[in-house]
């Protein structure tokens, strides 16, 4: 049987992610109870991570911790990847070594390649094309604070980057209205928007995807590894900050989400990131919980 990993939200059925969601709340209340489950006594898990992270780093090795599991950090420059040694060979050794990989990288082939040559389970903890872990956490805290997201309408506003291509992926598998505003040379995958067109429709003006929103989005206009444009895409973004204007047009209980890292007075005001409507420090919580049900499932189905 090959190794089911999870590269991207549609390596899971519907069904599958509206269990994990639902079991990542049933794993919050243990938590909450002191009460932690131990699925993962015995287990090492290596984290291979090519660019930074706070979040994803923080999330999985303290969801690893209190499953009874152990993990291996190794940054950009700690393994052999930075000198040349083959994806491949890593690949193979984590698998004589390890029971899960985490990998983050750049290019998105860098991840298949993982996961081809891996005997062991491959989780993406993000790419240049996607962010899947961070979106199981996003569903899991809407789900928490407004019940089902299928019919509902979700406004993404700016970059249409990782982040974006993963939610994506989200209105297909779960049914919901994804409007998202980007500058013309900033839309998101030509591809992901023809697979995912049912459900998709862009535009480049972000009233009119805040319109009646149920969900507002944004992310950083400048992802890692576009640095150097940054200057450029503050002039290019100009227009496209979630505002308190822009929450006004959405619903009038619309939530508000960021994966983080945030620039206030850039993507998003101080003054809706701090809001009411924001729900951001749940999201960022929820990482831990989504990600820990997200490893149950990949151990129980390999
Ligand atoms: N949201 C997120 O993935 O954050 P980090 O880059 O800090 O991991
Ligand atoms: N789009 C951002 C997400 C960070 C979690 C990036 O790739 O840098």
Known sequence: MPVRHFLGLDDLSESELR????????LKASLRKGKPEQFMQGKTVTLIFE????RTRVSFEACIAQSGGSSIFLGPAESHLSRGESIEDTARVLSRMADLVIMRTGPHERLERMAEAASIPVINGLSDFNHPCQILADLQTFLEHRGDISGRKVAWIGDGNNVCHSWMNAARLLGFDLCIATPKQHAPDKEMVLRCRHHVILTQNPNEAACDADLVLTDTWSSMGHEQEAET??????GYCVDESIMETAARDALFMHCLPAYRGHEVTKGVIDGPQSVVWDEAENRLHAQKALIEFLMSVN
């Open 19 to 26: 269990q994990l969601m639902a079991r990542a709340i049933a």
């Open 51 to 54: 660019k930074s992270s706070t």
């Open 233 to 238: 895409r503050k002039e290019t973004f100009r």
